[in-house]
């Protein structure tokens, strides 16, 4: 429930990353493109190779894979995970 006893509804549902790896993503919003919209940054989670992906929050929906904003490998050899925020 969100404050004052409404519903909160999901707006987004869909795997970040790499969908076989299980160690999960970290994220941060930002405004990106202009539009006053939150768009989401995500950072690969430990046991992967490093990677920021960006999404653009117009093109989040609660079913379905959204197009990448941006996307660029940081470095293969550290495998910890990428902080982003």
Known sequence: ???GGEVASVLANFFAGDPTNRGGV??????????NRADLVTGSGPGT??????YAGS????AGQPDELFGTDVTAELLGGVFVG
């Open 59 to 62: 093109a989040l929906t609660p």
């Open 1 to 3: 429930l969100k404050a």
């Open 26 to 35: 970290r994220l941060a919003v930002k405004n990106l493109d202009g539009d």
């Open 49 to 54: 190779p490093g990677r920021v992906t960006a």
